[in-house]
């Protein structure tokens, strides 16, 4: 599968997703890419998104592209803070869809207080 990393996601994490092929929107040359541009461009050449931007969902309509996404949420966003959550990462690149988005917590307080707010873990 083909991963594109956004711009606040950890590059040290790539490593820990093996066998799939990871490249950064800093690599593609589209670190300053909106987030609807950014998906426009991606799904030409990319399965899945991995992103830290919990906004993004709200902003886009994730259904409308033909790319996964997957956030990463923490209260502090760092390898070593998200790197638990890779095997879960490589478990939901097995089953997700394009259009599809899930969110990740490394935080537990940070997942009731999303769920509270209304972003819901889909």
């Known amino acids: 599968m ?11 994490l790539a ?3 093996s066998p799939h092929e990871v490249s950064t929107t800093q690599k593609q040359g589209w670190k300053d890419l909106s987030n609807g541009d950014l998906l426009s461009v991606a799904q030409e050449s990319f399965d899945a998104l991995l992103t830290t931007d919990s906004n993004i ?16 949420r923490a209260v502090k966003i760092s390898a070593e803070r998200l790197l638990p959550l890779m ?30 707010k209304g972003q819901q873990k889909d």
């Not at 083909?2 to 040290?12: E, K, N, Q, S, V």
């Not at 902003?59 to 996404?69: G, T």
């Open 87 to 116: 095997p879960k990462v490589l478990a939901t690149l097995d089953t997700i869809k394009p259009g599809e988005c899930v969110y990740l917590y490394a935080d537990e307080a940070l997942e009731r207080k999303d769920r509270r």
């Open 15 to 17: 490593k820990s997703l």
């Open 57 to 72: 969902k709200y902003q886009q309509r994730i259904e409308n592209f033909d790319i996964a996404l997957i956030v990463l």
């Open 2 to 12: 083909r991963i594109l990393f956004d711009t606040g996601m950890p590059r040290a």
